[in-house]
């Protein structure tokens, strides 16, 4: 294999052959980033969900519960 890259010029190696794959392996490159970053986006939606139940939760409890009630 090394034969074969080592007679090719330098501009097959370094421009010809990476636009061949991602031409080829475009539409998979793109859909995998899509599902990661939905899937981040999601993560960080359910946290904030998550966070400001917690702020609501304890802002409401600490004003209108005493001690001892649990």
């Not at 034969?3 to 097959?12: D, N, R």
């Not at 052959?17 to 539409?27: C, E």
């Amino acid at each position: 294999m090394r034969e074969i890259f080592a007679g090719l010029p330098w501009w097959v190696k370094w421009i010809a052959m990476p636009v061949i794959a991602l031409l080829v392996f475009g539409g998979l490159i793109v859909s995998v980033v899509q599902v990661v970053v939905g899937l981040l986006f999601k993560v960080l939606v359910f946290v904030a969900l998550v966070g400001g139940l917690i702020y609501v939760v304890r802002k409401f409890t600490a004003g209108s519960s005493s001690r001892g009630d649990w």
